[in-house]
Each structure stands twice: as structure tokens, then as C-alpha cells.
């Protein structure tokens, strides 16, 4: 079983630290109090939602490191070695534009990210491009689709549908023409 007995300028820091509410850290200085008021672990557990095991782990925390150990831990796994090492080289490489490489883009994509780290001897996919971009503070958006400049307006395409007998601009109305006198010939 087990017990905190805080002395009182331990539990004014708790405190002070369960009002700052950053992650988890105001639940568990929550727990830590909650000990200290002769509660049990069970009890615990059920006033604030959490499972009995959770509550002895950050209890045993705070009795080892002190507040210290209340706070977040590193999420669990191996670190993201692809990503890292990729902005390494995406770092220079985004200051410049990408026909300073040979690209015929108007800007860097993420395919053609993911080509040049190719080319680079690093193998990745798509969204660790992304979560590199993200990590060193590059803001990803995608091309805006542009239109052609031989296309038709809004109101040409309005008039065209309108009156099906004509077609709203003079290309289509060539082809249809075209396809209507073959047509005829049958």
C-alpha cells in the first residue's frame, strides 16, 4: 500500500503545479494530493478515472524524483531517424528553387521531395516528408489547381448549356459541327 505524507510546502508546489494544467501534470499532482489526504489507491483510481496501476506508477514517480517525475515522460518507441535526417538535407535544399535541381515545378512538392531524397540515397514516403517539414517549422500546402488559360469563363459554359443547339465556344462548336456533318453523310 501506498502512502505520501506531504509537508506543507510540498503541497502548496502541488498545487501550484495542478493549476498550471500542462498535460497530465495537474491529474497527477491530483493523485499525489489525494494520497496525502489518507486516500487509498482504489479510491483513487475511481475519482479520477484512471486505472489502479496508473495511479501507483505516478505515486511510486513522485516518491523517487519528486515533482520531476510527475512530469510527461518521452511516448514510448524508437525515434523518428528518417525524419530527422531528412530535414537535414531538405534544409538547404528548401531555400532554393527547385529549378536550381532540375525541376521544372513553380515550387517544392512533396513528390518531388521525396524524389530529390531519392536521388539522395534516403528512401521515404510521403507523410515522413511532411512530418519533417513540420518539425523544422516549414509550413506544407498544397498547389492551388490552376485553370488554362484557353478555358471558358463562367458565363460561356452558362450560355452553352443553356441552349444545347450551340456550343458556347468556338472550338467545340468546330468539333461538333465536324462530327454532326459526318453524320449527315451516313
Known amino acids: 500500500m501506498i502512502r505520501i505524507h506531504l509537508l506543507p510546502e510540498q503541497r502548496e508546489m502541488l498545487e501550484q503545479a495542478r493549476r498550471i494544467r500542462r498535460s497530465n501534470l495537474a491529474e497527477r499532482c491530483l493523485a499525489v ?56 538535407i531538405l534544409q538547404p535544399v528548401l531555400a532554393r528553387h527547385p529549378s536550381a535541381y532540375g525541376y521544372l515545378e513553380a515550387g517544392w512538392s512533396t513528390n518531388s521531395l521525396v524524389a530529390y531524397l531519392s536521388t539522395q ?34 458565363e460561356e459554359k452558362k450560355v452553352g448549356w443553356t441552349r444545347l443547339s450551340r456550343a458556347p465556344w468556338p472550338s467545340v462548336r468546330r468539333k461538333l459541327s465536324r462530327s454532326c456533318s459526318s453524320m449527315n453523310r451516313m
Open 121 to 154: 540515397g534516403l528512401a521515404v514516403s510521403p507523410s515522413t516528408v511532411k512530418r519533417a517539414l513540420k518539425q523544422g517549422g516549414w509550413v506544407y500546402k498544397r498547389f492551388a489547381k490552376t485553370m488554362p488559360v484557353h478555358a471558358p469563363s463562367g
Open 33 to 88: 494530493l489525494l494520497s496525502d489526504r489518507d486516500q487509498s489507491v482504489p479510491v483513487i483510481a475511481e475519482s479520477i478515472g484512471r486505472h489502479e496501476h496508473t495511479i501507483r506508477s505516478w505515486l511510486k514517480a513522485y516518491l523517487l524524483e519528486g515533482l520531476e517525475g510527475l512530469q510527461n515522460t518521452p511516448p514510448p518507441g524508437r525515434t523518428n531517424l528518417k525524419a530527422h535526417e531528412a530535414l537535414t
